[in-house]
Nanobody, 114 residues
Framework: VQLQASGGGLVQPGGSLRLSCAAS????????VGWYRQTPGEQRELIAA???????HYADSVKGRFTISRDYAKNTVDLQMNSLKSDDTGVYYC?????????WGQGTLVTVSS
């Protein structure tokens, strides 16, 4: 498994979750990594990404609430999600952009509900 995501679960609105994705060093090092979200009936949406030099990109819907980070020593990319809303519910997929293609993890379900 090249990408292994974890950390999803059920959380109340306003709560926090931290997602983590462990990657193999061959696809993590030097590549952009990040997270997409997919909800039923919708296309997969880019939520956050971080380049090899640490530049970050966020979807407008999560700016100020989500923080992406990467750890080169552990080959992990994390997504700290705060002030969660019901609209944040979905399956979150980590990815790495390597050699001109996206490599996907298996997805982890996040449910925001009271």
């Amino acid at each position: 498994v090249q990408l292994q995501a974890s950390g999803g679960g059920l959380v109340q609105p306003g709560g926090s979750l931290r997602l983590s994705c462990a990657a193999s060093s061959s696809i993590f090092s030097g590549n952009t990594v990040g997270w997409y979200r997919q909800t039923p009936g919708e296309q997969r949406e880019l939520i956050a990404a971080i380049t090899s030099v640490g530049s970050k990109h966020y979807a407008d819907s999560v700016k100020g609430r989500f923080t992406i980070s990467r750890d080169y020593a552990k080959n992990t990319v994390d997504l700290q999600m705060n002030s969660l809303k019901s609209d944040d519910t979905g399956v979150y997929y980590c990815y790495a952009w390597a050699k001109g293609a996206a490599i996907w993890g298996q997805g982890t379900l996040v449910t925001v509900s009271s």
